[in-house]
């Protein structure tokens, strides 16, 4: 099919009915079968790709070619236990699958209906009882699902299983059915803020645009994610990049812009080949060019690839490496809004962002505003990883607290370990503490703790990480992320950094934390972008809440969290070893000494403190002090 109208966009998606009835389990269709295997970056990785081919191949060796369709999604979101496969209608999900699973679940499931229990999920706070429906396992039933709507639902490749989705319903409506001032303002009634870390209400950004005198306009999605953690934005361009294309024509329109980029970073190669697939499909079907469904609209974008500088997720340095210089931001006023790229009127948004927009437009923003809190509205997608049981991502609605995310979606943390802390917002997020886990996922309320709500990247810590060393790590991000561009970002971070260094080394002096206070606030309050205005959060936030471990590091020369390799010393303990040799034998610096059966020792001079001989210990007779 070529360029549509209106009613063809329509007509295809009626004609998809049955298969979405299929895929929500509404429907059987002569027992007709629907394998959703992920397919994003992470299944990828996880060998999904083998598993898919073999089942395809054992499908058409059965001769069910005719009734089973297997069909590659996007992540399905939960991580750790690809690679998975939804079978639809049941519903039922299959993980960590392998090529060996394949004759099983052909066998056993397709043609004689039973399910393969040794496939099925298993809740290990429920006594490893197997769940096997998606929808019934808590890390997708305590979701609420609006950016993530598409999960395991549709082919990222083929539009027209989008457009059975609703993609592009929201376009129409805005080309066709409303004014630009009543998009806008369906936008502003949302409540939406921006989902790329500042917060900035949306609707808000796009009237300053819209009122901005000029012919020229562009729309400008951000999707250089660059966040330690963080792969949201990833994830729903490999999953769903349909929504992302339709929520910068919505933009478009709404400003009155012709032309937009997509900048998605180099190292995200499925999510620029999807949307570069998503592109040329839309385009054939008159949903990107000239006269979009007949609406006299014109929009066009392209994807442009960034190099993997941090600095360019601000927006004034994407716009700048677009324009082909060095990507670098520069002062404001003026703002994006009245002189962006090209020094034309610009609207820039995340991923998150704009696939949101269309889900807005379509159903208004009243409905989108009921989700939330007072003044953060809607859901919001985080990526949940760390020392916790479940990581992947996850989608909940704003004013969800902390510890819901992570004890009743993330599973809580492994080896009934005590959780320390929730590291929230990026590498220039902060620290909250656990005694803080009630504070809920509200812009305000996560600022109030000293971290931000970011781009949605979420960390879990447990008792074995150590605040200065994370505070360290962090710090260390930002300073080689600097661009250099403002003297307080470049050296102010520096010396943070140096001084940080030097405690977790044993060297701190006490005044160094008094020092490192005054420094995050010269570096917060004169820097020229977010990055440095941001960069000493991580030190400012655990210097907050763990003062205490800062006072170990600096006074008793001691880490709390034995992870400091400078204030640890290995021994091994008389009462426990057997003489056995082993961590002898793994040593690679020769530093454990003494004949078999007799009870051996390390030398604090030599020994590197690499770990390897408690894990090679079996008795526990090593120990870290």
Excluded at 238 to 262: C, F, R, S, T, W
Excluded at 365 to 390: C, P
Excluded at 477 to 499: A, D, V
Aim: charged residues 25%; contains cysteine; negative net charge.
């Amino acid at each position: 099919m070529g360029r549509i109208n209106r009613d063809q966009l329509n007509e295809i998606k009626s004609r998809g009915k049955g298969i979405i009835d299929i895929r929500l389990g509404k429907t059987l269709v002569d027992g007709e079968k629907h394998l959703m295997i992920g397919g994003g970056t992470a299944c990828h990785a996880s060998r999904s790709e083998p598993v898919r081919d073999a089942i395809k191949k054992e499908i058409k060796k059965r001769g069910l070619s005719q009734r089973c369709k297997v069909i590659e999604t996007g992540n399905d979101s939960f991580a750790t236990l690809a690679p998975v496969m939804v079978i639809y209608p049941e519903g039922v999900y299959y993980v960590h699958l392998t090529p060996d699973d394949v004759d099983d679940i052909v066998s056993q499931h397709l043609i004689d209906g039973k399910l393969v229990e040794r496939l099925l999920y298993k809740d290990a706070t429920d006594n490893d009882k197997p769940i096997p429906r998606m929808m019934d396992i808590p890390y997708f039933s305590n979701q609420t699902l609006i950016t993530l709507r598409n999960l395991t639902l549709i082919d990222p490749e083929n539009i027209d299983d989008a457009i059975y989705r609703d993609a592009y319903q929201g376009a129409a409506k805005a080309l066709i059915d409303i004014t630009t001032e009543e998009i806008i303002n369906q936008v502003k009634i949302s409540g939406i803020r921006g989902r790329g870390g500042a917060g900035f209400p949306t609707g808000m950004k796009w009237q300053f645009a819209a009122q901005a005198e000029g012919d020229i306009k562009y729309v400008l999605c951000n999707a250089d994610e660059g966040d330690p953690g963080a792969f949201m934005d990833r994830s729903v361009l490999e999953a769903d990049p349909h929504a992302v294309l339709e929520g910068m024509i919505i933009a478009a329109k709404a400003i009155n812009a012709h032309q937009g980029y997509i900048y998605c970073r180099a190292e995200y190669p499925l999510a620029i080949k999807r949307l570069t697939i998503a592109i040329e499909q839309a385009r054939r079907y008159g949903l990107l060019g000239k006269d979009i469904l007949g609406s006299g609209f014109d929009f066009d974008l392209e994807i442009y690839q960034g190099a993997g500088a941090f600095v360019c997720g601000e927006e004034t340095a994407l716009m700048i490496s677009i324009e082909g210089k060095r990507g670098m931001p520069r002062p404001r006023p003026p703002f994006p809004a009245q002189e962006g790229l090209w020094k034309k009127p610009t609207v820039l948004n995340n991923v998150e962002t704009l696939a949101n927009i269309p889900q807005i437009i379509l159903n208004g923003g009243q409905w989108y505003a009921a989700i939330g809190t007072e003044r953060s509205k809607g859901t919001k997608v985080f990526a949940l990883a760390g020392k916790v049981i479940n990581s992947g991502l996850v989608e909940v609605p704003m004013g969800m607290p902390l510890k819901n995310i992570v004890y009743d979606i993330g599973g809580g943390i492994p080896e009934n370990k005590q959780l320390k802390a929730v590291q929230i917002g990026g590498p220039s997020g902060g620290c909250i503490p656990s005694d803080l886990l009630d504070t809920v996922t509200d812009y305000e309320a996560i600022t109030g703790t000293g971290a931000i709500m970011g781009s949605g990247g979420m960390v879990v810590m447990d008792e074995d990480n150590c605040m200065v060393d994370i505070a360290r790590f962090f710090m260390e991000f930002c300073q080689e992320e600097s661009c250099g561009k403002c003297t307080p970002c470049r050296e102010g971070t520096k010396r943070m950094l140096e001084i940080v260094t030097k405690i977790t080394e044993g060297r701190g002096e006490i005044d160094d934390i008094a020092t490192l206070e005054e420094l995050a606030d010269m570096v917060k309050d004169s820097s020229l972008c977010g990055l440095g205005q941001t960069a000493p959060n991580p030190v400012l936030s655990t210097i907050r809440h763990f003062r205490d471990e800062y006072e170990a590091h600096i006074k008793d020369k001691r880490c709390p969290a034995h992870v400091c390799k400078a204030l640890i010393t290995y021994i091994i303990v008389e009462e426990k070893c057997p003489g056995c040799g082993k961590c002898k034998r793994v040593c690679p610096v020769e530093a454990i000494t003494g004949e078999k059966k007799v009870v051996h020792k390390i030398d604090p001079e030599k020994c590197i403190k690499c770990g390897a001989c408690i894990a090679s210990c079996k008795f526990d007779a090593i120990e870290v002090v």
